[in-house]
């Protein structure tokens, strides 16, 4: 599995969560040349970018998580985070993270599942 995803789970509306995602099998050159992606799936719709962020750290929000959901990388650990802050339960779904690399092409996560519920 070229992405490895976790820190899903059940949380109330109003709580927060940190997802992680690593490449165990990337070496740290070319993992620092992925752009990197959230994307998540709900029982409503298809799947959905939720934030990006370029190897030259630029990101992107979905405006449905904006001001609450905050993508961040750490080249040195091989590892993509999405900090959820203020989630609600319409933030439920099936989180996947995703890579792109220009000369490796794309690979996708096993996804984690996350429940807003009181």
């Known amino acids: 599995v070229p992405l490895q995803a976790s820190g899903g789970g059940l949380v109330q509306p109003g709580g927060s969560l940190r997802l992680s995602c690593v490449a165990p099998?990337?070496?740290?050159?070319?993992?620092?040349?992925?752009?990197l992606a959230w994307y998540r799936q709900t029982p409503r719709n298809q799947r959905e970018l939720v934030a990006s962020?370029?190897?030259?750290?630029?990101?992107e929000y979905a405006d449905s998580v904006k001001g609450r959901f905050t993508i961040s990388r750490v080249d040195g650990r091989k590892t993509l985070y999405l900090q959820m802050n203020g989630l609600k339960p319409e933030d439920t779904g099936v989180y996947y993270c995703?890579?792109?690399?220009?000369?490796?092409?794309?690979?996708w996560g096993q996804g984690t599942l996350v429940t807003v519920s009181s």
């Open positions: 099998r990337a070496i740290l050159s070319t993992f620092s040349n992925y752009d």
């Open positions: 995703y890579r792109n690399h220009t000369i490796y092409g794309d690979a």
């Open positions: 962020i370029t190897k030259y750290d630029r990101t």
